[in-house]
């Protein structure tokens, strides 16, 4: 019914820049909050950021400053600039949104398929 799509990812020195995005396409009435969440080898997934459809957005405090998220839903996208990363930055990037189907769907929790971001020198 839906399908998320993420690019971007890939291999940048420390320092460097990357911009993620996620693309949301399939039976969509609207996208109510998206996120991005990551997961280091052997560390639990967390929350890296999150928007709502009104805009506000909140951030992990090992990002702020550094990673900014934004939202285009004409195209039903989230996009996360990630600015000065570090090597701890290192890990796969889930995108995450919050849809609800036309017709009779419901109101579902999607992930998308996940983007490796790697940072080392």
């Known amino acids: 019914q839906v399908q998320l799509v993420e690019s971007g990812g890939g291999l940048v020195q420390p320092g460097g820049s990357l911009r993620l995005s996620c693309a949301a396409s399939?039976?969509?009435?609207?996208?109510?909050?998206m996120g991005w969440y990551r997961q280091a080898p052997g560390k639990q997934r967390e929350l890296v950021a999150r928007?709502?459809?009104?805009?506000?957005?909140n951030y992990a405090d090992s990002v702020k400053g550094r990673f900014t998220i934004s939202r285009d839903n004409a195209k039903n996208t989230v996009y996360l600039q990630m600015n000065s990363l570090k090597p701890e930055d290192t890990a796969v990037y889930y995108c995450?949104?919050?849809?609800?189907?036309?017709?009779?769907?419901?109101?579902?929790?999607?992930w998308g398929q996940g983007t490796q971001v790697t940072v080392s020198s």
């Open positions: 399939g039976s969509i009435f609207s996208i109510y909050a």
């Open positions: 995450n949104q919050d849809i609800r189907l036309l017709g009779a769907g419901g109101r579902h929790d999607y």
């Open positions: 928007i709502t459809s009104g805009g506000s957005t």
